[in-house]
């Protein structure tokens, strides 16, 4: 794996479910994307929570772990990158 993105960790909670989101971002779409991520953050919705997150090598897919009780939530985040992101969202049970 590459490099672990900054962000804002979440302790992580036994109550709430994990998720694990894998962003491919669009071609030609990466420096966008980061400028966008250094303007405004994430903008998580609030109850979603961040874990984690590691970067391929290639700077192309970023894992990122997850949790949240609502799923709509990750829809709505999905909708604010989807200009430059294509996702993912795989339950982890």
Do not use: T
């Amino acid at each position: 794996m590459g490099a672990i993105c900054k962000g804002h960790y979440s302790q992580g909670s036994m109550d709430l479910k994990k998720y694990m989101v894998v962003e491919k971002f669009k071609p030609g779409c990466i420096e966008a994307n980061f400028e966008r991520y250094n303007s405004q953050g994430r903008m998580f919705p609030n109850g979603l929570h961040y874990l984690n997150s590691w970067v391929n090598k290639e700077l192309s897919i970023c894992y990122q772990l997850m949790e949240s009780n609502d799923i709509e939530l990750f829809y709505e985040w999905f909708k604010k990158w989807d200009d430059f992101v294509d996702f993912e969202l795989v339950p982890l049970d």
